[in-house]
């Protein structure tokens, strides 16, 4: 076999402090060890860590673009720092606005919204992404009804501006192209994002080409039973958005599971409450069961009394430590502090033998993956305090929930990184590649 390579990467360190070198060939890694023998171009690594690009488990890609794009409400307290914000917005047919809280001034109806932004259509979302709300010029550009039933309807019958899980219905009714993916691929490249995994719960074959021609990352896609295979991704679970204020009978979400394992597809369910929880482990269980790569997402409450049951079942739990660090002063200022504990487990559940894999729910969670890391291993909130601390776990773990190992033959997709020890520190990438190739 020839000794050159497309890229040779030296005066690298491996996560254990070694020295390790790699040769890339075709997109794989050839050759790897303390050194390298052979000719090719190469990168002085300068002593930093080489290492696996790192997968987002669980994201939300179109969202995630559209925020880049959007009004940013997230860090306004009061309602005039809303209304400044929005007022100031740059022209364009609607106003866009993303992670609002309630606790401003609640959920706001189409007639407080007209008063803060009476002349442009306007709509808003909010910081849980499960409401659409919408002013009275933005719900004239709805038409006229009849209307699912994710549009609330107020005394008269009128819609009140508030849309409840109507995403895909809102995006198809006011038209508009999608938005820009090619800075967040470049964002997420500076990051060491090298594959990500889209968790939409309505993703079809237009979701999926559109994101595998603009995304440089190696691309998974969850959506519904339809999702076909296709060029530039592979097929991710059946994804099950289940809502606890909102169930359906066990018997049609089991019926549901039956559906994907007919077409050779795995589920993933929507569990940020345990009444989610609870209510998956039934209807897998009334579906004959879980198999294999069947997973959890969020798993924002798991008791210490479930941890066995979803040991034995063989999930997998994809948890956003991130929340911690993002929510976590909300969780601590709402809930009672002995459930505190319950709250986006991560080291009781490896220790239980549960599989966990790390993604950032973005944009409704911190998209920079080196901000859940940081969580992962000190569990602090945004103002310092800690929640479940006993969660913590090492950098060596926290890693593993977005990197796989390196091994000759497979995949070239490496970054090289620093994480500095010091407390609070994140992340910093010097190099990324995908299949071999510097993005």
């Known amino acids: ?40 171009p190469e990168f002085d690594a300068r002593g930093l860590t080489l290492g696996g690009g790192l997968h987002d488990h669980h994201l939300h890609l179109l969202a995630t673009a559209a925020r880049m794009e959007s009004v940013d409400l997230s860090d306004c307290r009061r309602v005039d720092a809303v209304i400044a914000k ?47 709300l919408l002013n009275s010029a933005g719900l004239a550009q709805l038409g006229k009804g009849p209307f699912p039933a994710c549009v609330e309807l107020g005394p008269e019958g009128r819609p009140n501006g508030r849309i409840w899980r109507g995403d895909a219905w809102l995006r198809e009714r006011i038209g508009g192209g999608p938005p820009s993916l090619a800075a967040l691929g470049t964002k997420f490249a500076e990051w060491g994002v090298t594959a990500v995994t889209d968790a939409g719960a309505s993703n079809g074959a237009a979701e999926a080409a559109l994101l595998a021609r603009a995304m440089p990352q190696r691309l998974v896609m969850m959506g519904t039973e339809a999702l076909p295979a296709g060029d530039g991704y592979a097929l991710g679970p059946v994804k099950l958005l289940l809502d606890e204020n909102d169930l359906p009978p066990v018997e049609a979400v089991a019926e549901r599971i039956a559906a994907a394992r007919a077409r050779g597809r795995n589920v993933a369910a929507h569990c940020v409450t345990l009444g989610e929880l609870v209510f998956y482990l039934e209807a897998l269980a009334v579906a004959g069961g879980a198999k294999p790569s069947d997973r959890i997402e969020h798993g924002g409450v798991i008791t210490a009394s479930l941890i066995g049951d979803i040991a034995a079942t063989g999930l997998t739990v994809v ?6 660090h993002d929510r976590g002063d909300r969780y601590r200022a709402q809930m009672d502090a002995d459930a505190l504990d319950d709250l986006y487990r991560l080291g009781s559940l490896m220790r239980g033998g549960v599989r966990v894999l790390g993604g950032s729910d973005a944009p409704y969670g911190d998209a920079n993956p080196w901000v859940a890391l940081r969580a992962a291993t000190d569990r602090r909130t945004r103002g310092g305090d800690v929640i479940g601390g006993g969660e913590a776990v090492g950098r060596s773990e926290a890693l593993a929930l977005y990197q796989g190992p390196l091994a000759v033959g497979g ?22 590649l995908i299949g071999g190739e510097i993005v």
């Open 1 to 40: 076999m020839s000794d050159g390579f497309d890229l040779i990467i030296r005066d690298a360190r491996g996560a254990d402090g070694k020295p390790l070198a790699v040769g890339v060939r075709d997109g794989r890694i050839a050759a790897m060890g303390a050194a390298v023998v052979g000719h090719g």
């Open 86 to 132: 929005l007022r100031a917005a740059a022209p364009g047919a609607w106003v866009r606005a993303i992670g609002y809280d309630e606790r401003v001034a609640g959920l706001p109806d189409r007639a407080k919204l007209d008063d803060w932004l009476p002349d442009r259509p306007l709509r808003v979302q909010d910081r849980t992404g499960g409401y659409w």
């Open 319 to 324: 948890t956003q430590p991130n929340f911690i």
């Open 411 to 432: 995949p070239a997709d490496l970054i090289l990184y620093d994480w500095p020890e010091d407390a609070g520190a994140l992340g910093a990438v010097a190099l990324t």
